[in-house]
């Protein structure tokens, strides 16, 4: 069928299209990469006219046209699904709040909530011969925002990977209201970071010795996993897996080391399964129009019995800070909110569960502050404010530079006692004096 003539007839420019939007209006900024450019520009340029629009994303990779004003946020209100750097700016300027949430369970926040999104407008890729538009790498939670929209306004990028998968990946033109062709600007990126420092890997080296062949992959985004992925690229370990929330850079290059066929997946064989990817052109070009890839709705990737199904699932994360009660902070410092809850404890609870599997949160043991002071991570009790992302009961393995410990089955002076063996030497003596006010260290061990 030919789909030319739906496609011109739905065909305008930017600027007509955002006229459908009105003051009090919840409006979809669709997701990462699939974020508006030449939407949001248009938008942008209505500003005066315009009050109260509530606006939905996260992870944004450029500031939205709409926040360059002063006043900006006397006119739009940013709400996060997770925080970029960008995000946390605009938080700061009173402009932005973050949405707590469980990653694996956002699809179904849109078929519940209260206030619907009027207007969704979302960079895809460009309309396929079956009159579908791709959703890039960022299939997430997309079909739900457009299920629950009244108007779906898609904006066409030609450098948007085509990302397969089989299912809630992109949405056809008979659900399209309007249609906009973009500038074509290039793909968010968001690097790796700098080369891995010395802690890094000696971090990284301690969880590869943990992974079997035949492990299914997690990893979180940051240096940590990334040293992680770049010592499996060049390790002997063979068979690997992949089923994890964000696809990273760190992926393609232990898939280019030959380490990655799928072979021993329970599920989803030879496939990896990946619910948004953000990197570099690199990773961009690998995803597109490959076959191996699968990406997915995060529902499926996220749920704990997606993961618990697959074999030896190591699942690889970061942490802000811990407490000696074996609580994770990986969101905020303090009541600074710095990312989100994201699905760190779906994998946490999901690689648990998993026959054979392993989840890592993984910190350097101190950190400097912007004065210069050495700080622990591994601190008496979170510092007030901060946010519990998993909760001590749910915490599996903990490493530092210093060693890793296993938390699961200990009662609170064994937890004091092995997380404070991993801290920084230079705050041992404080962490011990510590937990004997918290009544959690037994004199015969000290």
């Known amino acids: 069928m030919d789909y030319s003539k739906e496609y011109t007839q739905k065909l305008v420019t930017a600027d007509e299209a955002v006229k459908v939007i009105k003051s009090g209006d919840w409006v ?12 949001d520009k248009a938008l942008a340029k209505r500003t005066d006219e315009l009050k109260d629009i ?24 940013w709400n996060s699904w997770h925080m970029s750097g960008i995000e946390r700016k605009l938080i700061a300027k009173g402009c932005a709040f973050y949405a707590p ?3 694996s369970e956002l699809p179904r926040y849109y078929y519940d909530l209260a206030d619907k999104d009027d207007v969704a407008m979302f960079q895809v890729a460009p309309m396929d011969k079956h009159g579908y538009f791709n959703f890039g790498p960022n299939a ?20 948007m990977p085509r990302c397969l998968g089989g299912f809630e990946n992109g949405i056809h033109i008979s659900k399209v209201d309007l249609i906009v062709e973009g500038e074509n600007p290039a793909i968010g990126e968001m690097g ?5 420092t010395d802690v890094d890997t000696a971090v990284a080296k301690l969880i590869v010795e943990e992974i079997p062949n035949g492990a299914c992959l997690q990893l979180g985004i940051g240096g940590m996993p990334n040293t992680v992925g770049s010592m499996i690229a060049d390790s002997d370990l063979k068979d690997l897996g992949v089923h994890t929330e964000m696809y990273v850079d760190a992926f393609v290059d232990i898939a280019k080391a030959g380490k990655i066929n ?15 990817g953000c990197g570099t052109k690199k990773m961009y070009d690998y995803l597109d129009e490959n076959p191996e890839l699968l990406s997915a709705p995060v529902s499926y990737t996220n749920d704990i019995r997606s993961i618990s199904a697959l074999d030896n699932f190591i699942s690889i994360n970061n942490a802000v800070d811990l ?40 910190c350097s ?29 749910n915490t599996h393995y903990v490493v530092t530079e210093y060693g890793k410990v296993n938390l699961k089955g200990l009662s609170a002076w064994q937890r004091a006692e092995a997380l404070i063996s991993i801290a920084h030497p230079d705050f041992r003596d404080e962490l011990i004096a510590e937990a004997e006010k918290l009544k959690i260290w037994r004199r015969s061990n000290k």
Request: glycine share 12%; hydrophobic share 35%; charged share 20%.
């Open 28 to 39: 979809d900024y669709g997701w990462c990469t699939g974020t508006p450019d030449a939407l």
């Open 54 to 77: 509530k606006l939905r994303g996260g992870i944004l990779l450029k500031v939205p046209a709409i926040f360059e004003r002063e006043d900006a946020g006397e006119h739009f209100t």
């Open 101 to 103: 949430l469980r990653y």
């Open 140 to 159: 997430s939670h997309m079909m739900a925002v457009c299920e629950t929209s009244k108007k779906i306004i898609v904006e066409v990028n030609e450098n």
């Open 192 to 196: 790796g970071g700098g080369a891995p």
């Open 262 to 276: 799928g072979s021993k997946k329970n599920i989803d064989r030879f496939r990896q399964a990946y619910a948004f």
């Open 323 to 362: 407490d000696l009660f074996g609580q994770i902070n990986a969101e905020s410092a303090g009541i600074k909110q710095i990312s989100g809850a994201g699905g760190q404890l779906d994998f946490v609870l999901g690689a648990y569960l998993s026959n054979g599997g392993k989840s890592f949160i993984c």
């Open 365 to 393: 043991s101190t950190f400097k502050t912007k004065d210069g002071q050495v700080k622990s991570r591994i601190v008496p009790t979170l510092n007030p404010g901060s946010i519990v992302t998993d909760t001590r009961a």
